[in-house]
T-cell receptor, first 110, second 111 residues
Framework: GQNIDQPTEMTATEGAIVQINCTYQTSGFNGLFWYQQHAGEAPTFLSYNVLDGLEEKGRFSSFLSRSKGYSYLLLKELQMKDSASYLC???????????WGLGTSLAVNP | EAQVTQNPRYLITVTGKKLTVTCSQNMNHEYMSWYRQDPGLGLRQIYYSMNVEVTDKGDVPEGYKVSRKEKRNFPLILESPSPNQTSLYFCASSQTGRGYTFGSGTRLTVV
C-alpha cells in the first residue's frame, strides 16, 4: 500500500535547528512536498523535491533520497512563528494524486 | 493577486439540508481538489479534477458531489449533509499537479 510516516510531535528552542523526517512507501513517485500549516489555517507550500539531494530556500531546506524513500525538512534559526504543523506529501501516479502524512506538530519554545 | 477563494469560511447547518461550498481560482490552473481535514486523520482527498468536465473520486467521496463546468470553479455539493461531515474543508489548485495552492478553508458543522 501507500504510506507516509512522520513524527507526531517535536519540540525545539528558539534559535536552534530542527530536522523533521518523513519516510514513504508509494508507487509511481513523482515528487515530494513539504507544507506548513498553522492551526486553523490553510497549508502553505514550502518545498518540492523531485531529484535526490538537498534543496535550500532561506532558513528552510529539504532533502530527498528516492532509493531510501526518505526525506527531511531542516529548519534553521528557529523563530516562535515556526510553531506549526509540517506536512509531508508525495505525488504519485499518472494523476499526480497527493498522499499526505498526518503532519508533525512543532512547538518552538523561548 | 493569485489565489483560491472558498466560501463560506464558516457554516453551521442542519442534517439533510443541501449545501454548496464554492471554490474559485484565478490562476488558470488545470488541477483542482477538495480535501477534508479531521484531527488524527490528516488531509483526505474527496474529489479531484484534472480539467474541465474531468472529475474523479478521491479517498472519501461518499456523500459529496462536485462539478467542473468551467476551469476556474470547482464547487463541492453536500446533497444531504450528516453530522459525520462536520470537518474543515480545503479547496486547492495546481497548474501541473505539483505545488498546490490552498483556499482559506471552510469550517462546516452539521447538527
Amino acid at each position: 500500500g501507500q504510506n507516509i510516516d512522520q513524527p507526531t510531535e517535536m519540540t525545539a528552542t528558539e534559535g536552534a535547528i530542527v530536522q523533521i523526517n518523513c519516510t514513504y512507501q508509494t508507487s509511481g513517485f513523482n515528487g515530494l512536498f513539504w507544507y506548513q500549516q498553522h492551526a486553523g489555517e490553510a497549508p502553505t507550500f514550502l518545498s518540492y523535491n523531485v531529484l535526490d539531494g538537498l534543496e535550500e530556500k532561506g532558513r528552510f531546506s529539504s532533502f530527498l533520497s528516492r532509493s531510501k524513500g526518505y526525506s527531511y525538512l531542516l529548519l534553521k534559526e528557529l523563530q516562535m512563528k515556526d510553531s506549526a504543523s509540517y506536512l509531508c506529501a508525495v505525488s504519485a501516479g499518472n494523476n499526480r494524486k497527493l498522499i499526505w502524512g498526518l503532519g508533525t506538530s512543532l512547538a518552538v519554545n523561548p | 493577486e493569485a489565489q483560491v477563494t472558498q466560501n463560506p469560511r464558516y457554516l453551521i447547518t442542519v442534517t439533510g439540508k443541501k449545501l454548496t461550498v464554492t471554490c474559485s481560482q484565478n490562476m488558470n490552473h488545470e488541477y483542482m481538489s477538495w480535501y477534508r481535514q479531521d484531527p488524527g486523520l490528516g488531509l483526505r482527498q474527496i474529489y479531484y479534477s484534472m480539467n474541465v468536465e474531468v472529475t474523479d473520486k478521491g479517498d472519501v467521496p461518499e456523500g459529496y458531489k462536485v462539478s467542473r463546468k468551467e476551469k476556474r470553479n470547482f464547487p463541492l455539493i453536500l446533497e444531504s449533509p450528516s453530522p459525520n461531515q462536520t470537518s474543515l474543508y480545503f479547496c486547492a489548485s495546481s497548474q501541473t499537479g505539483r505545488g498546490y495552492t490552498f483556499g482559506s478553508g471552510t469550517r462546516l458543522t452539521v447538527v
